[in-house]
C-alpha cells in the first residue's frame, strides 16, 4: 500500500489556520502562539528550499514538541466557564483539532525527510559505540602474489628504492 503524498504546503496551511481559530478566543497564552507560530515559520522555511534536509527535520521536531506543549496548554489553561460559551467551544476544538492532527502531519513530514534524503536514524552528532564489524577487513586472509614464500625476507638483488610515506 503506498502512501499518499500530501503537500507541506497543506499541512502548513492547516496547521496556520487552525491556530488562528485557536486564538480568537483569548483563552490560550502567548506562549501557545509563538510556540506554534514560530513552528510554522519553520515550515514555511521547509517549503521555500525545497532541497533543504535540515529544514525538514527541524519542522518535524517542532512539530513533535508542540504536541506535547500543547498538552501542558491545555491542561494548564482550559476554562470551564467563559463569557462567550460558543466562541470559547469553537476556539477551543480548533486547538484541539490541531493538536490531534500533528501526529499525522509529523508522519507526513516525516516521509518527506525521507523523500529529500534524510536517514532513518537520525544523528544528532552525538558519538556512539556500534558493534557492526562488517567494515573492517580480514588480515587472516591476505594476498599471497608475492614470488617468495616469506613476504618479509629480503634478497640481495632486490634494490631498495625511495620510500614514499
Known amino acids: 500500500m503506498e502512501i499518499p503524498a500530501i503537500n507541506l504546503k497543506a499541512i502548513v496551511l492547516v496547521h496556520w489556520i487552525l491556530t488562528v481559530w485557536a486564538c480568537l478566543y483569548p483563552w490560550l497564552p502567548t506562549s501557545y502562539v509563538l510556540g506554534n507560530s514560530s513552528v510554522l515559520a519553520v515550515g514555511v522555511w521547509a517549503i521555500a528550499q525545497r ?4 529544514a ?3 519542522f518535524l521536531i517542532g ?4 504536541i506535547l506543549t500543547d498538552i501542558v496548554h491545555f491542561g494548564l489553561y482550559y476554562l470551564t466557564t467563559a463569557n462567550s460559551p460558543d466562541l470559547f467551544r469553537f476556539s477551543a476544538g480548533m ?3 490541531s493538536l490531534v492532527l500533528k501526529p499525522v502531519s509529523c508522519f507526513f513530514v516525516y516521509q518527506m525527510y525521507r523523500e529529500r534524503g ?6 544528532f552528532g552525538i ?3 556500534t558493534r557492526n564489524r562488517d567494515a573492517y ?3 587472516d586472509n591476505q594476498d599471497q602474489s608475492g614470488s617468495s614464500a616469506s613476504p618479509f625476507s629480503q634478497t640481495e638483488d632486490s634494490k631498495n628504492g625511495p620510500r614514499s610515506y
Do not use: F, H, R
Open 63 to 66: 512539530l513533535a514538541a508542540t
Open 137 to 139: 577487513q580480514s588480515i
Open 95 to 97: 486547538a484541539i483539532l
Open 56 to 58: 525538514v527535520l527541524l
Open 118 to 123: 534524510g536517514e532513518y536514524n537520525i544523528n
Open 127 to 129: 558519538p556512539t559505540i
Open 51 to 54: 532541497d533543504s534536509i535540515d
